[in-house]
Nanobody, 124 residues
């Protein structure tokens, strides 16, 4: 029984910043990877940024240099700092967690646990 609770979404102008947070609770044993995936209308859910239990990070090419993922192990929390936001970043952002092998880390289907999602809208 894993619960993931997200916060921090909202409406922001192009070039602005948002910080998303996800806190895990319950039976979190076996989770080795946790982070953020997004889904825009008509598109597949795609990895944005995830971090492993060993501290390795994986980013989508489209967000490298703009987004930073971090973790607080004591609080079972991961955060995503999003800077330089663009309209194409608009999507529902989901926190996902699971026991994931490296070769499948970019595939949202490999994550067992999900939050409800938080809307990020970048618009003037």
């Amino acid at each position: 029984q894993v619960q993931l609770v997200e916060s921090g979404g909202g409406l922001v102008q192009p070039g602005g910043s948002l910080r998303l947070s996800c806190t895990a609770s319950g039976s979190i044993f076996g989770i080795n990877t946790m982070g953020w995936h997004r889904q825009a209308p008509g598109k597949e859910r795609e990895l944005v940024a995830v971090i492993t239990s060993g501290g390795s990070t994986v980013y989508a090419d489209s967000v490298k240099g703009r987004f930073t993922i971090s973790r607080d192990n004591a609080k079972n929390t991961v955060s995503l700092q999003m800077n330089g936001l663009k309209p194409e970043d608009t999507a529902v952002y989901f926190c996902g967690a699971g026991l994931v092998v490296l070769s499948g880390i970019r595939d949202a289907k490999n994550y067992r646990h999900w939050g409800q999602g938080t809307q990020v809208t970048v618009s003037s």
